[in-house]
């Protein structure tokens, strides 16, 4: 691969992934380069407007409205999200919720839809955010159906991070929760990233028949919620998606 290319896009990535910004000798500094080298890099893609100064402080970088309309176009080509923009909205009004569409990039799940409820309550979370894969019904719904050593993969790269009391903090406890999504084919998250969470996440699997993102219903959780016609709902939206993908489910 070429080294200046490849650098290109290491610094694209820094940049994307920092919430606040970056300065040059930040991306220099991680990337591993010189600063004049990292300063031809980013001075290109500032006048190509793939980046742009941050507000309030020049000598920091945030992407810019062309990564912007790249990531867009993207989203715009993607079946799967159009599929999910047909179904998800009539989904979560009849269960007064927030749909949401993630894929999995590394150990944490990447946000790619969202539809919010007239009346569900919960905060919805932007489009491109990242949350932990083992802390979300989402990121157990696709961790559940990965093949086995995809999975083991994953899982060994995770730091098991308490965010809240729930949350799953060991590989064996992790284990033991994604056989239990198997076997029910759904995922749930009961306050193990935020406290005042509930959420039911279901896999989408495309016509090779591999899991290639997930899908969830999220709000404040609820007392005496009927889980079973929830996850019901929720999987039946799921296998038609999936359908529309081309996936032929195995027969039983």
């Not at 070429?2 to 919430?19: G, H, W």
């Not at 944490?108 to 894969?133: E, M, W």
Request: aromatic share 8%.
């Amino acid at each position: 691969m070429n080294r200046t290319v490849e650098r290109t896009f290491s610094i694209l990535q820094l940049i994307a992934n920092s919430e606040n910004g970056i300065t040059l000798q930040e991306i220099a500094d991680q990337i591993g380069m010189a600063k004049s080298s990292a300063f031809v890099i980013v001075h290109s893609l500032l006048e190509l407007n793939y980046i742009q100064s941050a507000e309030n402080n020049d000598k920091k970088y945030r992407l810019g409205i062309e990564s912007f309309k790249l990531g867009s176009k993207y989203l715009d080509d993607m079946s799967l999200i159009k599929q999910c923009a047909l179904h998800l909205p009539a989904l979560a009004e009849r269960n007064v919720k927030n749909a949401f569409v993630a894929v999995l990039n590394g150990c944490d799940v990447v946000y790619l839809y969202k539809y919010a409820a007239q009346n569900a309550r919960l905060a919805v979370c932007a489009i491109g955010a990242t949350k932990p894969a083992h802390a979300t019904s989402l990121g157990k719904a696709i961790l559940a159906f990965l093949p086995e050593e995809k999975q083991r993969a994953v899982i060994d790269q995770i730091r098991f991070q308490p965010y809240t009391p729930n949350t799953i903090v060991t590989k064996e406890a992790l284990w033991e929760e994604l056989r239990k999504t198997a076997r029910r084919g759904y995922a749930t998250e009961r306050g193990e990233l935020s406290d005042l969470t509930s959420c039911y996440g279901a896999p989408i699997f495309d016509y090779t028949g591999n899991v290639v993102a997930a899908i969830s219903l999220a709000d404040i959780a609820m007392e005496n919620e009927d889980e079973e016609k929830i996850a019901a709902d929720l999987l039946g939206v799921a296998n038609e998606i999936s359908r529309t993908l081309g996936y032929i489910a195995p027969a039983r």
